[in-house]
């Protein structure tokens, strides 16, 4: 009887997390091959707080691909300077994906389209780092 | 009787979510002005599978600093070949803080330092990103 309740309990553990992770882009911490999207942005106008502004507002769009399970939108921090930090960047985001075919899904989504329409033209570089876990 | 169960299940799902909090460094998902420190790693040798393993090994022991909420370290994924895409580092970290002087306990941290001497003779090139929440 014990038993069957820890079992239960667990199932129900593991279908309330899948209900959620539908409803919310939640994070998966530390999942097994998670895959993490960096990009870095260099904007053509770096001292345009409007045009920051205006990319973070595209970023943050991007949220609403269903198949993005997080994502972090930032600007550089203020760290100690050294030799290795490259603090050039205007804005970053890292997206997680559940496997390689969220991270297509989403490159051909239209509102990530409608974002690299409406935003290209503010940026003059990008670096783009796709991460698997081990 | 049914609402009792669905009440019961909650709470466990919230007490196993809080269990599992206090006894891993789980992420903040999304939390304001969380510092997110990226780092990318080109290994000297990029062949060398022996190389690579001992700088993960290395990486691994970072999640005993206290201060680092969660952490990520991958090798480049196999996405679509990109002229924006940089898959030519050998491995990456992310680690996450609550705040920058959570990063700062890091880099002073002995186990941080000992990383450094172990597995410093390994890379060539190090890119430290450090990205705060907007």
């Known amino acids: 009887m014990k038993q069957n309740r820890r079992r239960f309990i667990s199932t129900s553990i593991a279908l309330g997390a899948g209900v959620a992770a539908s409803a919310l882009p939640l994070p998966k911490p530390n999942q097994k091959k998670v895959l993490i999207h960096h990009v870095f942005f260099w904007l053509k106008n770096p001292s345009s707080k409007e045009d920051l502004n205006k990319l973070i507002a595209g970023l943050k769009t991007l949220k609403g ?10 600007v550089p921090a203020s760290t100690e300077k050294r030799d290795v930090v490259d603090n050039s960047y205007s804005a970053s985001e890292i997206l997680y994906f559940d496997n390689l075919a969220g991270q297509k899904v989403y490159q051909d989504h239209p509102i990530h389209k409608k974002f ?16 698997v876990d081990v």
């Open 65 to 74: 691909i269903e198949t993005v399970r997080q994502i972090h939108i930032g």
């Open 116 to 131: 690299v329409d409406d935003c290209s033209g503010l940026w003059e570089k990008v670096i783009v780092y796709d991460a």
